[in-house]
């Protein structure tokens, strides 16, 4: 297996580092890999620059931090001016329509996807918005299954909640499959 090297950016209240803790705990417990995951934010608590580094292997990993991301997700202006030099060359940059405007050229497979106006057009509740965008990362990454991260999900959250994730997370891998190779 290729180590994985992500880093999901955003700001506070968009559930950046949720999802990066619900991957990377999917990723050990039920995937068995090695994972970890560290994270950033502003000092606000709401609407602070956000960053969370997962890295995935099935090796043993030395170094928890992420200097050039094979996968990177940016959900604000502000992290993809920030981040998006540092994506690795033939990575995936992951943008949302709602909220970037992309005009870096990085040597990525840039993806812009309208994942925020589809999380409310179907579902109507952005509180799931990271979710769907966690399904998105899931199904052009590959590296964990959906099944595994519903697992985390229905371990996490209240079960009347659970329903609304899971089609957060379906519609999250969905919007991937005209991207996927």
Request: glycine residues 6%.
């Amino acid at each position: 297996m290729e180590r994985i090297r992500m880093v999901f950016s955003g700001s506070g209240g968009q559930g950046v580092i949720t999802a990066a803790i619900i991957i990377a705990e999917a990723a050990v417990i039920y995937e068995n890999l090695v994972a970890v995951q560290s994270q950033s934010y502003g000092a606000q608590a709401r609407g602070g620059a956000t960053k969370a580094d997962i890295i995935i292997s099935d090796s043993e990993i030395n170094f928890p931090k992420v200097n050039h991301p094979n996968l990177l997700v940016c959900l604000t202006q502000e992290a993809y001016t920030q981040f998006s030099p540092t994506i690795r060359p033939g990575g995936f940059l992951i943008t949302d329509t709602h909220y970037v405007k992309t005009h870096n050229k990085v040597a990525a497979r840039q993806r812009e996807i309208s994942m925020y106006e589809s999380v409310m057009d179907t579902i109507g509740k952005p509180v799931v918005y990271n979710i769907c965008m966690l399904g998105t990362v899931i199904s052009m990454s590959d590296i964990v299954r959906p099944e595994s991260i519903m697992k985390v999900l229905e371990s996490r959250i209240p079960a009347n909640l659970v329903d609304i994730n899971k089609k957060a997370l379906e519609l999250g891998l969905k919007l991937a499959e005209p991207f996927k190779e």
